[in-house]
């Protein structure tokens, strides 16, 4: 096995479970249609809710598409075989972290100014909602997916991995929504959007290596 | 393929969930023979391979290729060493040559064909594994044989839903693989019918 070998079979992987993308996509759609209806769908109360709404149903998206991100490698014995490729672990997870968030991501990306359109959005708050979007999925990507190689030998992991990783959310959620807060009130937002992208770096950082850890301890 | 003479469990102890499975095991296993790992259920024979493959470690003990410890150099370990467990690491989703191509990327299309030829999967190239029985399977699994150079081969119960035809064609080449000059280390409950295999008797 190669990385490259490894990423092309991991892209065919992801291609045929297109499926769970677009269960994703069409579950981040339910939640942002169903939160107007339920609360209040005036224009006032939506344009300031917008950028909360759509952080929630972002998060839940990839909580939810996250929880079995090793869970078929670790069924069908593939765990096993990248530990003993001889290639570095954090790096085969860090690839196929970056491919699962090209998929969820992008989609969640492309869907966003139709999105705070729906929302009244308020112009001045599209692009700073569009870079925390840009900037923070991929830390939760990352960060879940620790919590996700630690669960991935339990039957029931699914609650387990929630109470480990929404703890680890919470900041970069609340960073992210303060971002657009900031915005519409002609506030600069840079500091918050620096700390997201700090966020990221650190995460970048230890999460395939602390991925890799609980594989191994997974594993055995 | 890298040429050995001898690989050495020197005083190998594994725990397994504070069960003892084996206490100072100690062989030494020469290259161009098979070896067979011996016990009743349940008394470690995966978990020693595991050992071996480097999946897990012992709670003593050592294990030396020639006269290097393994655990020292790794890498070197698994370029010469392939593993196939209980779980053989083939994917459902893919058909059967992207799994080849991911595990075998340096293997060319010739070899890929022949291979495929005497395993009889040469129809189901790009069919995906989930389509074919469990037998099937197995042997696009047991491919890899056929296309990768290691010199040491460690086969968790390589014969399982494999039919008769299956286990000639596996058997020839577990004989190829040591008149090469490669090491097999395999557990089976069923008796070899070709080849004479040493054992390795794990009791509990």
Redesign the interface.
């Known amino acids: 096995?190669?990385y490259?070998?490894?990423l092309?079979?991991e892209c065919?992987?992801v291609w045929?479970?297109k499926q769970n993308v677009v269960n994703s996509v069409l579950f981040f759609l339910l939640v942002i249609v169903l939160f107007p209806l339920g609360i209040d769908a005036t224009p006032m109360f939506l344009s300031k809710a917008a950028s909360g709404i759509i952080w929630c149903a972002a998060a839940l998206a990839i909580l939810t598409s996250i929880d079995s991100l090793f869970k078929?490698d670790y069924?069908?014995?593939?765990l096993?075989?990248w530990?003993?490729?001889?290639l570095s672990v954090p790096i085969l997870v860090l690839i196929k972290m970056t491919l699962h968030w090209l998929f969820i991501a992008l989609p969640l990306l492309l869907l966003s100014p139709i999105l705070s359109e729906v929302l009244y959005l308020p112009d001045n708050s599209f692009w700073p909602l569009f870079l925390s979007i840009v900037l923070a999925t991929p830390s939760l990507f990352l960060l879940g997916g620790i919590g996700s190689a630690i669960t991935v030998s339990l039957r029931q992991g699914g609650v387990l991995m929630l109470l480990i990783v929404l703890p680890l959310y919470l900041p970069i959620i609340i960073f992210a929504t303060s971002i657009t807060k900031a915005a519409q009130v002609g506030l600069p937002y840079d500091a918050p959007l620096a700390i997201l992208a700090a966020i990221f770096l650190v995460s970048l950082v230890v999460s395939p290596l602390m991925t890799a850890i609980s594989i191994k301890a997974s594993?055995? | 393929m890298q040429s050995y003479v001898s690989l050495t469990l020197s005083n190998i102890s594994i725990e397994r969930g504070e069960r003892d499975l084996c206490k100072g095991l100690s062989v030494v296993a020469q290259f161009g023979r098979l070896y067979q790992i011996v016990g009743e259920n349940g008394a470690g024979k995966s978990s020693l391979l595991?050992v071996i493959?480097?999946?897990?470690r012992p709670i003593e003990g050592d294990i030396y290729l020639d006269d290097r410890v393994i655990s020292a150099a790794?890498?070197q370990?698994?370029?010469d060493?392939l593993?196939l467990?209980?779980?053989?690491?083939?994917?459902?989703?893919?058909t059967v040559e992207?799994?080849i191509?991911?595990?075998c990327?340096k293997a060319s299309a010739e070899n890929i064909h022949t291979a495929l030829a005497q395993l009889d999967l040469l129809s189901y190239q790009h069919t995906?594994v989930k389509q074919l029985s469990a037998g099937q399977a197995k042997r696009v699994a047991l491919s890899r044989l056929w296309l990768s150079d290691q010199a040491i081969w460690l086969l968790d119960e390589p014969f399982s839903s494999l039919d008769v035809k299956g286990r000639a064609l596996l058997e020839d080449k577990l004989e190829q693989q040591l008149i090469r000059g490669g090491l097999v280390i395999l557990t089976t409950h069923q008796a070899l019918l070709r080849i004479d295999a040493q054992s390795i008797e794990l009791t509990l």
Not at chain 1, 75 to 78: C, F, V
Not at chain 2, 53 to 56: D, E, S, T, Y
Not at chain 2, 85 to 94: T, Y
Request: charged letters at 25%; one cysteine or more.
């Open positions: 096995m190669t490259f070998s490894f092309r079979a065919c992987l045929r479970r078929e069924h069908d014995g593939s096993e075989q530990l003993i490729s001889g594993v055995n | 595991k493959a480097g999946l897990l790794m890498n370990w698994s370029r060493c593993y467990g209980h779980q053989d690491g083939v994917k459902k989703l893919l992207e799994n191509r991911c595990y990327p995906p």
